[in-house]
């Protein structure tokens, strides 16, 4: 030990919680640091002191992990898009996968009969969907376009991004001049990015008319770089194509089955096409949706899941909380000529009591993607009538424990099978899948 350390600063790393950071105890406190990994030992500074745990940061790395890698990106240190480059990308998987276990055993008091091998997918330009932050900083002169900085309400100065589509990840300094030439550029706080198969969407959201000079600039923009702009004035429903208005519609497509999917730049899509493509392989291998049944899509989206299922000849019934997700996705089946053994609802489902889910019929199976906030009350009105499988996907692994627990302690189902899928590299989200059955 060198003479400037302090002692009292030197801790050994034990785990990585569900943000990435490095987990360590000291002095009965726990201290979470980050940017340390798992069996390193450093030095910190916190920056947040509470009475049973400090947030730190990494001051020194005394022993380094061999899973320690150079983060690709040179903005790593300062923007908060990501949290994990420092670690090998296989390593990241491996500690999402001891996260998903560790919460379902934990919390959820469950233990998957056989742990499915984690989805992988490209670890660099996967992410089509975004939303950057624009500000325009007069102390530098310019604006910036990109994530906010790890923990903190400022713009990232950021001249590139690893985990955006290289072409889209080019344009971010030319967006930053592009808002700079305009009469709003104090007034032009976000862009929303939807990248899809034959046309990459960029919606502004304007607080302020644009002036005739700004609609040149940015149709100007758009020739150039082959995007379309979408302007939103309000809310959601404000949203509306800008320019080119002649570009082709923004979809993704399902080849195995057979199924294209138009959208809206804001509807909800998953972030990571490849992924989605062996994600939905992975749920309707788990699912076997067969013609005859009748299957319950709940959270549908847009009909993600839905289309899918419906292709193997299943009646489905897809449930959804927003009304306009539920237009698109009957518009959907109808487009892919499913519309005959597809239906679907608006509903709350955090809102469902045993009533009204036996008002919705007999379902074989139910596949269901929550938010993170869980399926608590669709788990608990599950009445006499259940369905025998249930494939559950999910965005956050202390929800799914907690309603793993309800399902297998108290409804009587075993679960059969759970697994990660990494759906956003170098982030700390895990997304994570699960196969119960009535036992
Ligand atoms: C993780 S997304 C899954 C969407 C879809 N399954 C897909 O793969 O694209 C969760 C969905 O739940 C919907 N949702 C959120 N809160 C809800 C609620 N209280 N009731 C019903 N749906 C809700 C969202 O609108 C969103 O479409």
Redo the contacts with the bound molecule.
Sequence with gaps: MTTSIKQENIVTIESLDQEGRGVAHHEGKVIFIDGALTGERVTYSSYRKKASFELAKVDKILKQSYMRVQPKCVHFDVCGGCSMQHLDARAQVAVKQRILEDNLQRIGKVKPERILPPIYGETWGYRQRARLSVRHVLKKERTLVGFHEKSSRYVADMQHCEILPPKIASLLPLLGKMNESLSIRDHLPQIELAVGEHVDALVLRIMQPLSAADEEIIKRFADEHQVQFWLQTKGPDTVVPFYPLDAPALSYSMPEFGITMPYSPID???VNSTLNRLMLSRAMRLLSPQAGERIADF????G??TLPIARSGAQVMGV???AT?VKRAAQNAAFNGLAVNTSFGA????EMTENALAKLGHFDKWLI???RDGAMELIKSLGEDAPWRIVYVS?NPSTLARDADVLVNEKGYVIKAAGVMNMFPHTSHVESIALFEKI
């Design positions: 909800f899509t998953q959270f549908c989206g847009l993600n899941f959804e909380g927003s997700l509903m709350n489902l955090f993607d929550p938010p965005c």
